[in-house]
């Protein structure tokens, strides 16, 4: 289904930018676990619209609502449906795209896919549509507690453009990542990014960059043989989010210009507990989590929409040119840092069920 | 399920290095598609060991026997058994890794998960395993046959350590590929890269590389919005390969230094047509092709095993030096290109069946 | 997933009887198909509580929303969400059952399975849960219609208690069973069970019975061999309605005190269409429909909740009394018709779209 | 998925009877478990023809091999393939059936279906497909046993045509079951039993029955709210048996023509444990195990070969009249017993993991 996610915690997303709302039915949860409209917020309020001067200005406070699975303050095992009501969606800075695509969108291939489209903002291909996943993530990560108390997801901006920060996945912590408006915890070069964003936003213009994520205190264990495995499963849940273009684990690209002898990970005794001295293989191997920090990068595209004329088509056939309105975000990358840690926490936590399923 | 993969061509592959043989359970397969197991030979030894004198010299023939599905040389629309018998096995030279954990490799973490492993070979771990998912893409290759006469899917190697080929995705064709046996359409590179095997593996060591994948004819419109997008199951799908690091999609990482301005695709019209004049996308576009040449790239490590004492673990908790043994790849790359085709094909073809049975 | 139902047209509910409200997300609908929420209603009025004298007074409009996935009235092929709000709640009619638990029930097997449960009203076993389905079922039917516009699904009491109706399934119209409230379409026996059912809420007790549903109109080769067979998908689709307890289909239970030459179904051309002189298969052979009229009954137990007082045990351990308050049906079924219908769409629906991905 | 199971014990079978073989692939088994090919050949042989006098005399050993999956004698966590291979084929006995429809047998619906078909004997629509039921549920039970040591699955034939067993659901052994060729654990009817199925051979006739199961020491809490009630789950996995009509569980269709006040199972503590003072629920409630004997009762039509000459039509569309010739058995109940059981325990193995995956 192409709206569902996970094998034993499966969330459902559905809603498009503009209509009655968006929002996530999650099945498979388990039950008893404490859970709050309140919980729910904090995450939605890193990804919503108008935080900060260099993300889109759409005012949506984007209000989760659990409708169902939740009694007294607890999950009951049954499904949690939490939806989001659009409130400042205005269609009419879409007009134009009803009957022309916007280059880089989604407008075109919706069109030939379905014969239909809702040309109001992007519809089910918008950005919104990941209001869902965080929201279910909140739940995923209390899942995950359980499991292992110790495990951390940190994500961040690595590069915007050819901004690199420079960050050690040993170390990175949450807060340093929250300090700053564009997500890097590096703090200096977290300036000169916003920077470089205000400057590109005044050109009408937009930029990419890469969004590290490190997960620390996986169990060994993790993570499925052969199709599922943990790697496989994470690079299509950050393919599966807008505008990503590439994923690597471990040494990744780099690790290809390496001999073996120098890539493999040697593994030593560390008192009771099996080591790596190095950590190339990103803390998995065979598709299955070592107990190392488990890191990877995500490559986001620059922002398809911008303030310049542009060629494209009109949906009758006819070549014209565009040029957007609307509130658009300059760069996705601080809002896509909560987008990455909730589907790391999505993979994680059906694969922690998947474990206990099998081997109890 | 961990061995399966497909929503409605749905492969299940079983097996492992050492023991009665590997195979793939295929359904959902339509019905009256001419198959042989002919056709099936021709893909299983372009990836068997032994091919050449830069692979592994495991003699196995890697003969496919068809077990059920096929009726009078056709296809019954019932499951497909495809069968391989493991004939050159020598579970001797494995005997160390009964104790001792070979860096790199997926011992430990089996261990970890199960509890239990075959230490026979690489076990379920092995690139052995890829046989049935090879032997399943020969359908699935039929399959989309029938839906795009035109479709054509062409897979190289593309770098081999710092060796990088000159290759123009508009116009490679599988006949270059198939030219010479490192699987490089660049002639001049293939040799250099040859004789760069060669000398690592004299020297003991493996080299990693990047393979590259071109699809051409898909027609617009194939691939779902949001979680199965299909830059999403290909991402999963490349990955879920023994020995790969990375995924990237058109302009994937390099992309993300460049503006958007840049690097949108703008539409235009040819003839009837709706083409885009930069394909920087790689032929998706909100998680469906637009009828552009869809390519991207997976990054494979150097190979795990190597011919020079390392540091490791023994399964009882000590410090210790293993030095492999037995048959292996110094670089897994020429045997890999048909692996990447034919997870491509099941990607495309599942996703062709999903597309008819919504759009009909 | 406990809560998700079909392979291909899928539908997730959600929802407790007391809190947010309940509703369905349907995923894989095709698009361009016209859809009101007025659509919808004609359903939801059919199922609701307070419809006629014999059902529970429970005064729910039960009015549906289309959160999602509709668009100018016509759907977009992305996912539909339906919610409908819960609205006469009255949670403290349900005060005894927080500390006991209902005989035949799901009190006690939610405990047992979850350790806590929404003791106001049924939660998630309550039938309100079946609004979701029958509103999911309005869209599988638009679907539907698209395949085989001959396609007729006809639902109805057969039997109340000891009454039994005389219904000739050739010949049964819709028209019919919604000529009287209990939905009987043999108007002399539906006096006489409203009657008996007006009988037996005044005493306090509850009664069940027998629903027969027709679908006239499949075309033959729908159903899938093995697993899924067309009445295997049928029979759990039923038996997942509350209350029921058991499925037959064409001769059933009956047919087992047949002999082969009596119960075999010749086949005989009809023009140029093969038909059977008989039709104890009921519509469907090997699991794939034949062409013929699919006929099944559904067992239904009389109403767990009495007005009378009941042994049963506190959730702390100790036996005690119970006698019920709030609203209820003295008998199911003659909501449960719509409910049957709706089941049944639903899993044609799935495997009309089934049959296309993979035949074309 | 048509030939798979199961969300997380899943079995894919394979195989038509004429052809190269049958067998089952499990994924999802949990590691280290107990298993040999003698353990599977146990219940092969329960279910193989040749088997007595009254079964058909088709002479197959059914020899299950472990192809993979397991090592030294234990579960490695990993798919089990399991393989029987086809001998006492005798396709030239099918001949007249290659254009001719047989009746009441899958011929002309999978024709319709697949436009073509295996008319070997049944194909896939064969009882042969139920090998690798059989065998995966060999796993299915060790599986079991692990959870509940004390869980016992007791099948048996209830009634043939109109002679009807008297057994006791809450003592009923499996030896006794086993004592006699006809599976009858009432030793008396058993011998009514055999004397009439031979009669009905000698006829040329072929007669039906009941079979009735019961699972004794399921924990309360097993199975799902909603769509995958575990009895739902059961009518599904009976209704795939070949030449099932019907389901009923506890009072079943019986339940119907009672009133609430005489059907509801009273709780009462037995001790520490809430039991239930009568069993009408059948051991299930809301979907959910009570920790009650879980019993119910499965159809068996007249098998559809019989040796008398019937009315039908040929593939290309002409009324004839054909005349069974080959290996038949005169009633399917005896060799039925075992899957019954094996399907049971399937169903129950899979929901055993499902809970543990929600619930630890």
């Not at 939806?83 to 030939?112: L, Q």
């Not at 920060?165 to 170390?171: K, P």
């Amino acid at each position: 289904m192409s709206s569902q996610l996970g094998q034993l915690f499966r969330i459902s997303t559905w809603g498009e930018s503009h209509g009655g709302g968006v929002g996530v039915v999650i099945d498979g949860c388990p039950p008893r676990i404490e859970l709050s409209e309140a919980d729910i917020q904090r995450d939605l309020d890193r990804r919503r619209p108008g935080q900060s001067e260099i993300v889109t200005p759409r005012d949506e406070k984007d209000e989760g609502r659990i409708l169902s699975g939740v009694f007294e303050g607890k999950t009951l095992g049954t499904p949690i449906c939490i939806a989001v009501t659009n409130k400042d969606a205005r269609p009419e800075s879409y007009r134009e795209m009803e009957t022309a695509f916007r280059p880089s969108h989604a407008d075109f291939t919706y069109e030939a896919k379905y014969g239909i489209r809702n040309w109001q903002g992007g519809g089910r291909a918008s950005a919104r549509e990941t209001i869902g996943r965080v929201a279910a993530a909140v739940v995923a990560k209390k899942v995950l507690a359980q499991f292992s108390p110790a495990l951390e997801i940190v994500a961040y901006v690595k590069t915007i453009h050819e901004l690199v920060a420079d960050v050690d996945v040993e170390r990175v912590k949450f807060e340093q990542v929250e300090a700053n408006i564009v997500r890097c915890p590096d703090a200096a070069m977290a300036e000169r990014m916003i920077e470089f964003i205000k400057q590109v936003r005044s050109d009408g213009d937009s930029v990419g960059g890469v969004i590290e994520c490190v997960v620390r205190g996986v169990p060994a264990g993790l993570g499925e043989p052969v199709f599922d495995k943990l790697e496989a499963e994470l690079a299509k849940a950050m393919l599966s989010l807008p505008a990503t273009k590439g994923f690597e684990i471990g040494s990744g690209f780099a690790g290809t210009r390496m001999r073996g002898s120098e890539h493999n990970d040697a593994f030593r005794m560390e008192g009771e507990r099996v080591r790596t001295t190095t950590n190339r293989s990103g803390g998995i191997q065979g598709g299955i989590s070592n107990g190392e920090p488990i890191f990877f990068r995500v490559a986001f595209k620059p922002t398809a929409t911008i303030f310049k004329p542009q060629q494209t088509v009109t949906t009758t056939g006819e070549d014209t040119e565009l040029q957007a309105r609307g509130r658009h975000d300059p760069c996705v990358l601080p809002r896509a840092v909560p987008m990455v840690e909730a589907m790391t926490a999505l993979v994680l936590c059906d694969h922690a069920l998947r474990q206990r399923a099998q081997m109890g």
